[in-house]
């Protein structure tokens, strides 16, 4: 039987086949979409976790206990991971753990594009690299079997293309595994100095056998094709090749670490001129070179974004190999479409206050990211998840006092790295104030449940965090609840707290507007409208940067262009009608 996947959903659907026992992670694009659909398969045990490093850590317990484990998350929640990701390595996988980094060449929804295969040679794990939605179902099997065969965790490195481009896909059965239990052995699973010095060698030994392994894999295949150019190239990048390239040889690496040297030397020697070809780093490049190997590669091909076949012949062009007539045309131009909150977005409001208070704000990881962009302009800092609270400490300490300084951060980020952070303000008695956007969902990935949502990933009901008794007992005395939609109560609450120099914190109350998708019966109220009659054009309502408004076809008596609201769009929460100075955004009358 066949079927058309994306990668993420045939890594999914080697897990199923694969036998897998558990998988967890936290949720984070590319990446999110494997948990999501592995839930299909209840032969799996699948759960998100608070943040990254405790998906690891349970993850680990899982394959400690010998069962057949996948962890996954995006490559900058790899960095999150990394203490749970090194140790193990000394310890080993005795069950079978498949660690999944979702790589984002470009930037396409990361904050920066690190390229994870450094992580697997930092480790010393094996770097599996599927090229095709095929791939990322067979690899998985076959990276279950090496992690229990040599007792090492694997490295899945999947990049955005990959992840959700769809392919053709041929499916198989279910294999069933017993988990065969915990086997104690503290010289392997308690990793103290003495225990891990000699880990360290058996770790050493470990990699020489697969690099062993890598001379002889199926997964690092040559395609035999011309003489005069040959190819040494993974992953996407391979398909790009082909399409290019049709007639060269190619040396395909599925597995990108421990490199097969032998077999490049053979394939080198067999070829005139050798191209290394691959996204990001000259991770495959350098080691080549390293090795006395002549190459070329990151001279005609970019170390920053993500490759496009006309990147790759572009390439080509400057290699002296294809003549420059050849390269593709420039593609048209098409008119910018930048992020914006949805219609209903509970975070609008705080933003809008913020900025007409002139906070200082330090942000985070989140929908609520994009209050940095005009017109609501608002946000100053924005790094890495929960750095937000630990920023605005930082501003404050240097500052010599809290005031005006407002930290921004969402329920499921505060959850993941957010309340450390609190804690430490609370130590340092801070007097920042603290705004959690409560929308009781992890809306940025795709409508996730957290620990405060109340839901399992499986749909089970579970103990909801209460976030007032929870910074409560951290040590703030200073909680406020606020009504986002209320703007005016949002700006009074917000100046009250910025004026002061003691911690507090300031919770929203509104969910978000579209996840889970009956959030959008619940939030919808009657939609507005703009008064033509009334309306000045002097376009207030466009600041607080709502999609469901546009200009209008209707002009004032003064000529200016008049807004408008689409019905369909506009969810009811009145912040524009808050805003307008001359009340011309009513509630459509339905009598």
């Given amino acids: 039987m066949k079927a058309i996947l994306s990668g993420n959903e045939a890594v999914a659907r080697g897990c199923y086949e694969s036998g897998l026992h558990i998988a967890t992670a936290y949720p984070g694009t590319p990446s999110t979409e494997i948990l999501e659909n592995i839930t299909q398969y209840p032969e799996i045990k699948a759960q998100w976790a608070p943040n990254e490093k405790v998906a690891f850590e349970v993850a680990m317990g899982a394959c400690f ?220 490049e350098d080691q080549i070179l390293a090795a006395g190997i002549a190459c070329q590669g990151k001279q005609f091909w970019p170390t920053t974004g993500e490759f496009t076949p006309d990147i790759v012949q572009i390439g080509f062009v400057k290699a002296g190999v294809l003549k420059e007539t050849s390269a593709f045309v420039k593609p048209e131009e098409v008119i910018a479409r930048p992020p914006i909150f949805c219609p209903g977005c509970p975070h609008r409001a705080v933003y809008v206050a913020l900025n007409k208070l002139k906070a200082t704000v330090s942000s985070d990881i989140g929908c609520y990211t994009l209050g940095a962009l005009p017109p609501l302009s608002a946000t100053d800092t924005c790094v890495e998840m929960g750095a937000s609270i630990g920023v605005a400490v930082g501003m404050a300490t240097a500052r010599g006092s809290g005031k005006g300084i407002v930290a921004t951060i969402g329920d499921s980020t505060f959850m993941h790295s957010g309340m450390t952070g609190l804690l430490n303000a609370v130590t340092q008695n801070a007097g920042i104030t603290v705004v959690i956007l409560d929308n009781s969902i992890t809306a940025m990935t795709g409508g996730q449940h957290h620990p405060g949502t109340g839901k399992n990933l499986d749909g089970r009901s579970s103990k909801p965090v209460e976030f007032a008794k929870l910074c409560q007992s951290l040590g703030v005395d200073r909680i406020k609840v606020i009504d986002p939609y209320d703007l005016i109560q949002t700006q009074e609450v917000l100046k009250a707290e910025m004026e002061t120099d003691t911690l507090s914190v300031v919770l929203t109350n509104r969910p978000c507007a579209l996840y889970p998708p009956e959030n959008r019966k619940k939030v919808l109220q009657v939609p507005f409208h703009v008064n033509t009659d009334v309306c000045i054009g002097c376009h207030a309502c466009f600041r607080v940067s709502c999609p469901a408004i546009s200009e209008a076809d209707t002009k004032t008596k003064k000529g200016l262009t008049q807004s408008c609201i689409d019905p369909q769009l506009c969810t009811g929460c009145s912040v524009c009608a808050q805003v307008c100075p001359v009340q011309a955004i009513q509630r459509v009358n339905h009598e």
């Fill in 65 to 284: 206990e010998g069962a057949r484990t996948l962890v996954a998350m995006k490559h900058v929640g790899l960095n999150v991971a990394a203490d749970p990701f090194m140790s193990v390595s000394l310890i080993g996988a005795p069950g079978g753990l498949i660690v999944v980094t979702a790589d984002d060449p470009g930037m396409h929804s990361s904050q920066n594009e690190q390229d994870n295969r450094t992580y697997a040679k930092f480790a010393g794990y094996p770097c599996f690299e599927p090229a095709d939605s095929q791939e990322s179902k067979d690899f998985i099997a076959e990276a279950l079997r090496i992690s229990i065969e040599y007792d090492v965790p694997v490295l899945y490195r999947m990049t955005t293309r990959i992840c959700h481009s769809k392919g053709i896909v041929e499916l198989g059965d279910r294999v069933d595994y017993p988990i065969s239990g915990f086997q104690p052995d503290p010289k392997k699973f308690v990793v103290l100095p003495a225990h891990a010095r000699v880990r360290r060698h058996w770790a050493l030994e470990r990699l020489h056998r697969l690099t062993e392994y890598a001379e002889i894999t199926p997964l690092n295949t040559i395609e035999t094709g011309s003489r005069p150019i040959g190819v040494i190239t993974n992953g996407i990048s391979y398909q790009y090749v082909c399409e290019i390239m049709p007639d060269v040889s190619i040396l395909k690496l599925g597995v990108s670490y421990p490199l097969p040297m032998q077999k490049i030397q053979q394939f080198a020697q067999s070829v005139d001129q050798l191209f290394v070809i691959e996204e990001l780093e000259p991770f495959i």
